[in-house]
């Protein structure tokens, strides 16, 4: 089973970037969907993005849209999660995921979570 760990979380003000990255370890990379998903403190897990094996597809949450791309590099077996515009209310921990397809990410059938980077936003 895919081992999953992400980095590049940290402390950015409002209006900043951060660019988190997801290195997996264990399987075949490319086969995977992959995702990242958020959890606030005190909020259930959120969706956050989504890209297929190949990268050819991608999918949003409405609240990141325009501002937030996910991608990933299969030579690297790495996904990443650039974050433009940052706003105070997407401080959370943040999640990698990999699952069969993107539709059983969005729907959390995930066969393999990372442990989380926390990113906070200050006003």
């Known amino acids: 089973q895919v081992q999953l760990v992400e980095s590049g979380g940290g402390l950015v003000q409002t209006g900043g970037s951060l660019r988190l990255s997801c290195a997996a370890s264990?399987?075949?990379?490319?086969?995977?969907?992959m995702g990242w998903f958020r959890q606030a403190p005190g909020k259930e897990r959120d969706f956050v993005a989504v890209?297929?094996?190949?990268?050819?597809?991608?999918d949003y949450a409405d609240s990141v849209k325009g501002r937030f791309t996910i991608s990933r590099d299969n030579a690297k077996n790495t996904v990443y999660l650039q974050m433009n515009s940052l706003k105070p209310e997407d401080t959370a921990v943040y999640y990698c995921?990999?699952?069969?397809?993107?539709?059983?990410?969005?729907?959390?059938?995930?066969?393999?979570w990372g442990q989380g980077t926390q990113v906070t936003v200050s006003s």
């Open positions: 264990r399987g075949t990379f490319s086969v995977y969907a």
């Open positions: 995921a990999a699952g069969g397809s993107i539709s059983f990410l969005k729907f959390f059938r995930v066969a393999s």
């Open positions: 890209i297929t094996g190949s990268g050819g597809n991608t």
